[in-house]
């Protein structure tokens, strides 16, 4: 017989592994049309999302948890989730017709992985996903560090831009060959969406901001004001040396975590725009709490990372080529929509750019041979580019602008099929894009 005792010993008992108690319950995760508030006066707009909102829920695991996401598609067309900047295994990656088939409308798909890197990452649709991202179909994924530096609040920032038409309604052209060939699709109306704010920012309070740019195209450029502190992590990596605030620029799909005390009456994020600045959203402090001296935050070098070996590395070079004002297009490659291309062929190929070893060290040379910048993603893995002086911080996603090279090198240590695009999806959905084989 269960006396009560016996149920309230039973309760506690299991809340201390929560992690045991839920391993075998998947949460559920719904793509679905949504609504949200964007222009003032106007109707709300239309959007697709997960549960009910866009972004989706926040999913949140400890360094080495398990992630278990019944993804349902309640969507009219397929879908499918990519778990962006994670170092998972490849058959979760969410990528149709390389590493799964498409969720099909009205189908479901497990996706089940241990979470091995703690930091900001975010997942979002990867079929047609110039569409379904600029639609709406993202959120966070947020794994957390062992030791969590210690903060007041823990805040989600999205930064995202919609092609809004005057009533509110989201603009259709997700497929405009115009931007596709120019620098994108980019918004006229952008805004910061915040999670994680559940009490009153307070005057010397210390806040973690985990920005996630969430934008097809958009690169933003961002300012913060009312808030003192370092960027501590790039893309869920931790830095070795924490960078200062005042030069955030974050590619499509890029993230930056800052730690920073409130030091203003009002906290502000703004897009330093090209005419002007351009706020994205903030918070009013309320109230203050009593100043103590805080140590600056470092974040020690948490997730498992190999050197790469640059003397044994394989020397690859992928060079973007297309685009408006390129001879590529001039000579037709736009007839059948393939605008751009790596080393001269547009879209997937049956065989990879290339097959590494696994643990083998690659060096890929990216030479941006475009009017445009790219900002270039590798799943399945993070890598550092060669700079003067030695290697920038880990990243998975690398913007290279309009004529530079970078030249970057890689551990490819994920055995399975990973794809390796340009993040403005516009470009993406024009043929930037090729994959890599680790065997
Ligand atoms: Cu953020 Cu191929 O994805
Ligand atoms: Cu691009």
Same mark, same amino acid.
């Given at each position: 017989?269960?006396?009560?005792? =016996? ?118 649709? =990867? ?47 997700? !497929? ?66 924490? !960078? ?7 590619? +499509? ?14 906290? !502000? ?21 009593? +100043? ?81 910048? =790219?900002?270039? /993603?590798?799943?399945? /893995? ?10 920038? +911080? ?20 994920? +055995? ?24």
């Amino acid at each position: 017989m269960i006396t009560r005792r =016996h149920f309230l010993a039973s309760t506690a008992a299991s809340l201390c592994i929560p992690s045991l108690a839920f391993a075998d319950e998947a949460m559920r995760l719904r793509a679905e049309p949504v609504k949200l508030d964007l222009l003032p006066d106007q109707d709300q707009t239309s959007l697709w999302g997960f549960n009910g909102s866009t972004p989706g829920p926040t999913i949140r695991t400890r360094k080495g948890g398990r992630v278990k996401v019944r993804f349902e598609n309640a969507l009219k067309q397929s879908s499918a989730v990519h778990w962006h900047g994670i170092r998972i295994d490849n058959k979760m990656d969410g990528v149709p017709g390389l590493t799964q088939s498409q969720v099909s409308s009205g189908n479901d798909f497990l996706y089940d992985f241990v979470a091995p890197d703690a930091g900001t990452y975010w997942y979002h649709s =990867h079929d047609r996903s110039w569409e379904q991202v600029a639609r709406g179909l993202y959120g966070a994924l947020i794994v957390e560090e062992e030791n969590p530096p210690l903060v007041d609040h823990d805040i989600i920032v999205f930064v995202d831009d919609w092609r809004l038409n005057r009533d509110g309604s989201q603009a259709g052209d997700f !497929e405009n060959m115009h931007d596709q060939a120019h620098a994108g699709r980019m918004g006229n109306f952008a805004k910061a969406i915040f999670q994680g704010v559940t009490s009153p920012i307070k005057l010397n309070q210390r806040i973690r901001l985990r920005f996630i740019n969430v934008a097809t195209d958009r690169i933003f450029p961002l300012q913060l004001t009312g808030v003192d502190g370092k960027i501590i992590a790039y893309d869920g990596m931790p830095l070795e040396k924490p !960078e200062d605030m005042d030069n955030i620029i974050l590619a +499509p799909a890029q993230r930056a975590d800052i730690i920073a005390d409130v030091t203003g009456e009002t906290i !502000e994020v703004n897009f330093t725009a090209r005419d002007g600045l351009f706020r994205l959203g903030g918070f009013t402090v309320q109230g203050l709490i009593e +100043p103590t001296a805080k140590a600056e935050v470092i974040l020690p070098m948490i997730n498992r990372y190999e050197m790469p070996d640059l003397k044994n590395a394989v020397q690859l070079t992928l060079q973007m080529e297309g685009g408006a004002m390129s001879r590529r297009m001039m000579m037709g490659g736009m007839m059948n929509g393939d605008v751009w291309a790596f080393n001269g062929v547009s879209g997937m190929t049956d065989t990879p750019f290339h097959k590494f070893k696994a643990g083998q060290t690659g060096v890929i040379e990216l030479v941006n041979d475009t009017r445009f910048p =790219h900002a270039i /993603h590798l799943h399945g /893995h993070h890598f550092q580019a060669i700079v003067s002086g030695g290697m920038s +911080p880990l990243r998975d996603t690398i913007l290279v602008d309009a004529g530079k090279t970078t030249k970057i090198a890689c551990v490819f240590d994920n +055995p399975g099929k990973w794809l390796l695009h340009c993040h403005m999806l516009a470009h993406q959905a024009a043929g930037m894009k090729t994959w890599v084989e680790v065997a």
